[in-house]
């Protein structure tokens, strides 16, 4: 196992609601709908151990309003980060080590259909989660794993999962 990914931890589920519960507490009367997304989200699969969590809010006002509130918590703020219409917070532990992602869209994003799909056909797809999990053993196995290999590794498959995930995820919430 190498230093990027580690076995699934049936406690990350209860380090979300944990987490979850403080930025509810820190957004005070301003909604935002949390869910706990990524790899630690997806039992039985290799993951790296931070926590990613997917807030909706109806006007992405409410995220900047309280980047301070998150702030307190530990968060840094890194604004869009890459993706239109997202705010991206990460947080990290006192010896440096990254611990969570806060990943805010408005309701209605695509963005939040793509990561709740993936999550969800992963979780009810064992035979895509473990072939999606072997690619991160191997992408991050031999003497010295790159970041960066890693997550463009990943990538491909990720965007090859998608559209059946979507696909799939559209036609449950049907029925």
């Known amino acids: 196992m190498s230093a990027f990914v580690v076995p699934h931890d049936p406690d990350w589920k209860e380090a979300f609601f944990t987490e979850a519960a403080e930025i ?23 993951a790296k151990p931070i926590i990613d969590l997917l807030g909706e809010v109806h006007d992405l006002a409410v995220a900047d309003a309280n980047a301070r509130a998150l702030e307190e918590l530990g968060y840094e703020i890194m604004g869009a980060y890459g993706i239109e219409g997202r705010r991206y917070f990460r947080k990290t532990d006192r010896a440096g080590r990254r611990t969570h ?20 056909y992963l979780t009810t797809h064992a035979d895509i989660a473990a072939d999606y999990s072997s690619l991160k053993a191997k992408l991050t196995s031999g003497d010295e794993p790159s970041w960066n290999g890693y997550v463009g590794g990943k990538d491909p498959y990720v965007r090859a999962v998608e559209p059946r995930a979507i696909e799939w995820y559209r036609k449950l919430r049907k029925k």
């Open 24 to 46: 509810e507490v820190a957004f005070g009367p301003s909604p935002i709908k949390l869910h706990h997304i990524g790899s630690t989200a997806i039992p039985g699969i290799l």
């Open 101 to 120: 992602h806060l990943h805010i869209f408005e309701v209605g994003s695509p963005h939040i259909e793509r990561l709740l799909a993936f999550r969800d």
